[in-house]
């Protein structure tokens, strides 16, 4: 069974302050995406990242994949209480299996 | 049109009610998923249909049935539920070739009393 452990679960922050949320895995991933959840909503895909390496940007957001494929990050700068949400990763490992997901990283941002 | 909608955005229902779940989306996905979250948890699967027939199904109880009468619409058809039952109940689609890019619905917030 894969597993994918998200850290930290829970992060109480300062509008300004930067964080960052960490999704890691034993198992090798040929894609992975991160999805934003605000109650009673459903997911919103932010990114997915596909190559080793792989850094992308969306505004204050840069989202990296490890070199081997086996874990990524979420960095946030200068947070804004409109980020707060249920950050959720998920990866794939192959074709069209299920996707797994992290149990999440429920931020919150105070102004 | 870049969503997928679900209807109703509540329900209530009691132990011995019928009821379904309607998802649409009109991206040409051709997969669709029907997944089941509590609170404070990340999305459980439960379905998956690709091309209008169900491949996966993650051993659900017979009592929540799925039917994909077109590509465009899910269905989850709800009988004798059980208050655990009680949760956000989500709708995805993804195109195929895609790395698995699921686009998620707004979900169904279901309370069975």
């Known amino acids: 069974t894969q597993l994918l452990e998200q850290s930290p679960q829970f992060l109480s922050i300062q509008e300004g302050e930067n964080l960052t949320v960490y999704c890691n895995s034993s198992?090798?991933?040929?894609?992975l995406q991160w999805y934003r959840q605000e109650p009673g909503e459903g997911p919103v895909l932010l990114v997915t990242?596909?190559?080793?390496?792989e850094v992308k940007k969306l505004k204050r957001l840069t989202f990296q994949f490890g070199d081997a494929r086996k874990d990524s990050s979420l960095h946030i700068t200068a947070a804004q209480p409109g980020d707060t949400g249920l950050y959720l990763c998920?990866?794939?490992?192959?074709?069209?299996?299920?996707?797994?997901f992290g149990k999440g990283t429920r931020l919150s941002v105070i102004a | 049109d870049t969503e997928v909608t679900q209807t109703p955005k509540h329900l209530v229902m009691g132990m011995t009610n019928k009821k379904s779940l309607k998802c649409e989306q009109h991206?040409?996905?051709?997969?669709m998923y029907w997944y089941k979250q509590k609170a404070k948890k990340p999305p459980e699967l439960m379905f998956v249909?690709?091309?209008?027939?169900?491949?996966i199904n993650e051993s659900v109880p017979s009592r929540f049935s799925p039917e994909c009468p077109n590509s465009s619409l899910l269905n989850l058809h709800l009988h004798a539920l059980q208050p655990e039952d009680s949760a956000l109940y989500l709708c995805?689609?993804?195109?195929?070739?895609?790395?698995?890019?699921?686009?998620f619905g707004p979900g169904t917030r279901l309370t069975v009393l």
């Open positions: 995805a689609s993804k195109a195929g070739g895609s790395p698995n890019e699921q686009f």
């Open positions: 198992s090798v991933f040929s894609s």
């Open positions: 990242v596909v190559t080793g390496g």
């Open positions: 998920a990866g794939v490992n192959s074709g069209n299996t299920p996707l797994v």
């Open positions: 991206m040409g996905h051709r997969a």
């Open positions: 249909y690709s091309y209008e027939k169900l491949s």
